[in-house]
């Protein structure tokens, strides 16, 4: 087969990840929630330098969750529940000031997951929009109501001179790889549930254990 074609991102992987990151008793396994992140990451370059900047934080902590599942704890970086209960057993987590446990699992996590809210709200916003919805006003404002209030005013100014760099939606669709526009929009009524769930699972595991805003 051509390789090039074997190389084509298509989203549909990305959804395959995140399928697969859910267990069966809702527990979310960390390797396949990293590799839909790789997947995105992916899909983000293939749009242009422009986002780099994005695609370098999100490489950062893919790289960190990486390590963990590297290391000889990694019995313990199955899943985020397991994650979650061995770092705060062993105080890898910090509650109050940034200090050197900068690459916890945990508050590396909370990040990407902030993140994800920000997909479930732009794909929501790209499975219901008309062809001349403007891709860069669905993005940012998904960012506004996510992402952003996390974000100091420097890097808000920069996400948004980044979406104005984002392809139309008739172009957005095609590099998505999925096939007509029925069917990016069929993928993405898949897409957004099951996003949202991984999402809220993670949300109330978080707030359980008080971690939604580890510094
Ligand atoms: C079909 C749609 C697919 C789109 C794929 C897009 C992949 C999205 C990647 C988003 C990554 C966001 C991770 C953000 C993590 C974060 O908040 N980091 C900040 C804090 O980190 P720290 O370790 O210091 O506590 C960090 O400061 C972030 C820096 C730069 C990123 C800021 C802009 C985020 C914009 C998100 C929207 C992506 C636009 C993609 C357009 C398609």
């Not at 900047?53 to 290391?71: C, P, R």
């Not at 000031?97 to 900068?102: D, E, I, S, T």
């Not at 996400?159 to 095609?174: I, M």
Request: with cysteine; net charge negative; charged share 25%.
């Amino acid at each position: 087969a051509d390789t090039s074609e074997e190389q084509k991102f298509s989203l549909r992987e990305v959804l395959d990840s995140f399928r697969a990151c859910l267990s069966e008793n809702k527990e979310i396994f960390i390797e396949d929630y990293i590799a839909g992140w790789r997947g995105l990451v992916r899909f983000l370059n293939s749009l242009g330098s422009v986002f780099s900047f994005i695609t370098k934080d999100a490489v950062a902590k893919i790289q960190i969750m990486g390590n963990h599942l590297k290391s000889e704890n990694r019995e313990h970086y199955v899943t985020f529940q397991s994650m979650v209960k061995y770092e705060l057993e062993n105080e890898q987590v910090e509650f109050h000031k940034r200090g050197n446990l900068y690459e916890s699992g945990c508050r590396t996590i909370l990040r990407l997951h902030r993140g994800l809210q920000w997909l479930q709200l732009f794909l929501d916003r790209l499975r219901t929009s008309t062809e001349d919805s403007k891709t860069s006003v669905m993005c940012s404002e998904a960012y506004n109501e996510s992402l952003a209030k996390y974000h100091p005013w420097i890097i808000r100014k920069a996400a948004g001179v980044a979406f104005c760099a984002l392809p139309g939606r008739p172009t957005f669709f095609e590099v998505m790889n999925v096939g007509t526009p029925e069917q990016v929009v069929a993928m993405l009524g898949e897409a957004v549930p099951l996003i949202a769930e991984v999402y809220n699972i993670t949300e109330e595991l978080y707030a359980q254990h008080n971690m939604l805003d580890l510094p």
